[in-house]
């Protein structure tokens, strides 16, 4: 065999999600001409906060998710268009609530809505965004995909609710938080993707390869951005570092760095989390410890083994930009810690 | 014309919601085993919470409308079923939401479900009681029917927004009033009542009867509940009275009371409902004024106007039992006033 070998790190060095944005720009200007409608409402509140969330600026990934797979699978038709808002309504609906659950003050670097309009509002809004979500599913006439996105639905409420009761308790293990973060947010991602090819009418095979896709994609996604909450692989203090530490979140860092420690280790991470002993000299400390036990290296690799179980779930469908794009959407993802 | 007149008063005394009880009682045997089941989960709180609000012995006046209104037309198969479940789910989820917006401290003289598990929970119980409500309307493969409820869940949340947009403001209206009680309230009960004879079969006509019938009945209920919150036709003090005087929500009976006003006694209800000088004195000063104006016998008055719309839109359908009780629930709901 001869060719050049390239290496794991160069190839992902350069990972981009920029492929898939520009397959899906298109259709993505139409979401956005659609979420810019649904999100209107006569009610003078509605469409004010709708837009304060709109306009902040997420990534749409879980709607680029719905459109890049209805693409692959050949679909030419609208719904995915549709589907596609439909997640990012859910996907609002949800930050709309958690923020409320979690008192958070910021939102994507700008107030939570809940600052500038109160819970009350928050509440609301998100369930009206839920209600507009589940009108334009209802309106592909698609069952399957009303199904999956119903179904996702409860699993996200069930995953908030497991992370509620699991607040501060350091007791949480791997397979617990596991579990949480594949409920509350790989659900969507999962759900996102296999609506495309649901749409577009692809074969069984191609609709789990989707789901497979798109739950062990949200599985990474979910445990870079909780690295990231402790700075990444340089796990050094700096802007926004430290929110999950003050909130008391025990995410796989904090539970990796509690279990392999010392008794008076655990007492530490007991007084900073539960007891919110969590000003920025414990922050210094906490960080330490996850440097010294690798807690953040070793969620980064545990991100990369999902990533690869995504890139697996793809490999029996045909090569191609869409593919390509995709998967480099995992390396990207990954990437992010470093 | 011989024969016996029956004044309307006698008619309507005697009035009760049990004959719609009996007819849907096997029915409602399935609903309530199917709401125990899919109240559970395996995350713990949840069918705890759901629990408590299931036993909390609401009427489910809700469910019975499409029970009822299937059964009248014919229907034989399960999906009434399921979709009077989705709607007791929503209704379910709907008072978790609003008892975190209004901050209540009691539910149908229980405690409310935030005082027991707080905010937190409340939100995310009732995101987990509407996904399963969707899944539900799912499992019948009614498009028809998801649409009309996923609509009410949009309506239904701008309703509250509005309520929440005009609260402590006495420049609502009568219209506006309405705008509001007509999207929180009436559109569930209109959902319900029409999804019965969609999941049926029956003709537009039909549906579109038992539609206006549920939402005048939505109005007239509501109207009668604001009623009741000032002590009734009798507008005495007593146990409960005083909820939304205590809370400064603008309902109809101050709506009347105020714009009949004097400029001194709209400076009273402005002291009292905006600037919450609310003390138990100010609230017997209100009752005063309220019966100064017919305030509450004019309310009660109004009821009966949509209850009357109610009772015309079912006047093309056959005679029967369900119809017959259908209609005096329409007597029942507008005498709990007196």
């Known amino acids: 065999m001869t060719g050049v070998v390239v290496p794991i790190d160069s190839r992902s060095g350069r990972a981009s999600v920029e492929p898939l944005v520009q397959l899906v720009a298109g259709d993505m200007q139409r979401v956005n001409r659609l979420i810019l409608s649904k999100a209107g409402s006569h009610v003078e509140l509605i469409p004010e906060i709708a837009r304060h969330l709109i306009d902040s600026g997420g990534k749409r990934l879980r709607p680029m998710l719905t459109l890049a797979a209805a693409q692959m699978c050949g679909y030419e038709g609208e719904d995915h268009i549709r589907l596609a808002a439909a997640v990012e309504f859910m996907h609002t609906a949800t930050l709309l609530h958690d923020d409320v659950v979690d008192e958070s003050d910021m939102r994507r670097g700008k107030l939570a809505a809940r600052m500038l309009w109160g819970n009350q509002a928050s509440v609301l809004v998100g369930d009206f965004l839920l209600g507009q979500a589940f009108r334009m599913m209802v309106d592909t006439g698609s069952l399957s995909a009303l199904?999956?996105?119903?179904?996702?639905?409860?699993?996200?409420?069930?995953?908030e609710v497991m992370q509620l009761a699991s607040a501060r308790n350091l007791d949480t293990n791997e397979d617990e938080?596991?579990?949480?973060?594949?409920?509350?947010?790989a659900a969507l991602f999962s759900a996102a993707a296999e609506v495309g090819p649901i749409v577009a009418g692809a074969p069984k095979s191609t609709i789990s390869a989707f789901r497979s896709y798109g739950m062990n994609l949200g599985l990474a996604f979910q445990l870079i951005d909780d690295a990231l909450d402790y700075g990444g692989s340089s796990a050094a203090l700096g802007k926004n570092v430290g929110d999950d530490f003050r909130e008391g979140k025990v995410t796989l860092p904090v539970v990796l760095s509690y279990r392999r420690g010392t008794n008076s280790e655990r007492e530490f991470w007991r007084k900073a989390l539960v007891d919110r002993d969590n000003h920025d000299a414990n922050l210094a400390k906490g960080l330490k410890l996850l440097q010294k036990y690798d807690a953040i290296a070793h969620t980064v690799a545990r991100a990369r083994h999902y990533a690869e179980m995504a890139r697996d779930a793809l490999a029996p469908l045909p090569p191609g930009d869409h593919k390509g794009a995709l998967l480099e959407v995992l390396d990207f993802c990954v990437n992010r810690a470093n």
């Open 147 to 159: 199904g999956v996105l119903s179904t996702a639905a409860t699993v996200i409420a069930e995953g």
């Open 177 to 185: 938080y596991l579990a949480i973060i594949r409920a509350k947010t």
